[in-house]
């Protein structure tokens, strides 16, 4: 988990608490932190003071019912959204959370207009983000666990987002989709129409899955199919390098399993070795290749 997804994570988790949260309470909802303790405090601080360097109304109070005194965290929703506003609380968290740490494609102006705080101009910036109207509405689901419907693929989908992140220049939303009925990832420009609300989310959230970790063929909406590739010797090295634990082969060649979402992207992995590599299964990806390269010709 990156700095920016923890700090829109935290910043959740205060504005939906109904009391004080402690440390180790905000530990646990946010994840992200180091386990180790005296790591944890000192990420922990400097969260605290990106917030309060943000203008983000941080409080700190006496958690109720606990003797010895321990101190908690909220964050007021009408003092940080202010009045008059178009956008939620949450949205607008993720919005000014954003603004502060990246430049946002378009500008910022519209956001500070809105009650987000104008950040100094000599701020550290983290780079050109895109952002658009669905992003800001999948976040503030996401935080409310509130399910969305949009197009995607041609299909008219209903999902319940469960994280959001920022990958090779792309933003990814990572959720359950109820039309397919299993977890997929999206990319968020990739979005047909206006996103809309649709109600409470019914999933439990599922475990991280970071578009960093997932290769070109992982990246897709089709259900995963396994596929067998076998390369030659002299170019097992170098899968071995790609892809990690490979089945090794007596005659110094590997067979890689692949999980395949997007055949485009498998079968340009599989040239890349050019006539070192050939799909053993199953049929209909070999036979898509074979195709592929007969009308090449």
Request: aromatic share 8%; hydrophobic share 40%; net charge negative.
């Amino acid at each position: 988990m990156d700095k920016l997804e923890r700090l829109l994570n935290l910043t959740a988790a205060l504005l939906h608490a109904d009391r004080p949260l402690t440390a180790e309470e905000l530990r646990v909802r946010v994840g992200g932190y180091p386990e180790a303790k005296a790591s944890f405090q000192r990420s922990f601080a400097r969260d605290k003071d990106d917030l309060r360097s943000m203008g983000i109304p941080l409080r700190v109070q006496a958690v109720p019912g606990v003797d010895p005194p321990i101190d908690g965290y909220r964050l007021l929703r009408d003092e940080y959204a202010g009045a008059d506003l178009r956008f939620d609380p949450d949205e607008l968290a993720a919005l000014h959370l954003a603004t502060n740490l990246v430049r946002l494609d378009g500008g910022d102006d519209g956001l500070v207009k809105l009650g987000a705080v104008q950040p100094d101009s000599a701020a550290e910036r983290l780079g050109n983000v895109p952002f658009t109207d669905s992003l800001a509405v999948l976040i503030g689901a996401a935080a409310d666990r509130r399910a969305v419907s949009f197009g995607y693929g041609g299909t008219p989908r209903v999902a319940e987002p469960w994280r959001l992140s920022f990958s090779r220049g792309h933003w990814y939303l990572q959720g359950w989709d109820r039309v397919r009925s299993g977890e997929r990832l999206y990319r968020v420009d990739r979005i047909e129409g206006v996103v809309q609300l649709a109600g409470q989310a019914e999933e439990n959230i599922g475990p991280a899955s970071d578009p960093l970790d997932l290769r070109g063929w992982e990246l897709g909406d089709g259900p995963a199919t396994s596929a067998r590739v076998a390369v030659d010797a002299d170019q097992a090295a170098w899968a071995r390098h790609m892809l990690g634990p490979v089945e090794e082969c007596a005659d110094g060649s590997v067979v890689a399993t692949l999980q395949v979402r997007n055949v485009e992207a498998f079968r340009s992995f599989v040239l890349s070795f050019l006539e070192h590599a050939e799909v053993l299964e199953p049929p209909e990806l070999r036979a898509d290749l074979i195709e592929w390269l007969e009308a090449q010709q």
